[in-house]
């Protein structure tokens, strides 16, 4: 939803002669919206996918020692692709909160309000999204891998408040 508010601000924007000195950009900036935002639909299926082959090894069978081995390191590399596409997600959704500053500086003012939604969707998509990486680490046995992405949701976390911030600063100081 953040992806596809944000680019219907550039749509709204572009084409306009009022506008004319940042069609360019809003062009691009709708051109990475509507990209980012295909991606993300993709990613939800994927996210389906892994949760469906990590239910299907949770089901495997367990009577021999083989068997429990087996179920394990299917359900491990369950885990790391239920963790990784929701950290891919939660990228994808920073991105697009990246995309949100200029499209809530430089777009219709008359959608102004739909640039704020577009980051307020952004940011909860990519802090739900960090939320899902972080259940699934509590199982993932491998340290190195729950390191790697513990790091990749802390730097994602660490910059969240300041992409949110800026936006809805811009966005402030065009209502006013």
């Known amino acids: 939803m953040g992806a596809a508010l ?3 601000v550039c749509h709204f924007t572009v084409g306009r002669p009022k506008f ?3 069609d360019d950009e809003m062009r691009a900036l709708a051109d990475r919206s509507d990209r980012v935002r295909e991606e993300l639909v993709t990613l939800v299926d994927e996210d389906a996918a892994a949760f469906d082959a990590y239910s299907r090894a949770t089901r495997l069978p367990r009577g021999t020692e083989s068997e429990i081995a087996a179920r394990f390191s299917a359900m491990q590399s369950a885990l ?3 963790a990784r596409v929701p950290l891919r997600i939660a990228s994808r959704a920073a991105e697009v909160l990246d995309l949100c500053r200029p499209i809530g500086e430089r777009g219709n003012p008359r959608l102004v309000s739909d640039a704020a939604v577009a980051a307020l969707f952004s940011e909860a998509a990519m802090r739900a999204a960090i939320l899902n990486v972080r259940v699934n680490l509590l199982s993932i046995k491998d340290s190195s891998t729950r390191g790697e992405l513990q790091a990749a949701i802390s730097r994602l976390e660490a ?6 911030g800026r936006v ?3 966005v402030e100081a065009r209502l006013e």
């Open 168 to 170: 809805m600063a811009a």
């Open 20 to 22: 004319a000195a940042v």
């Open 159 to 164: 910059s969240a408040g300041g992409r949110l």
């Open 80 to 82: 790391v692709a239920c």
């Open 6 to 8: 944000a680019a219907m």
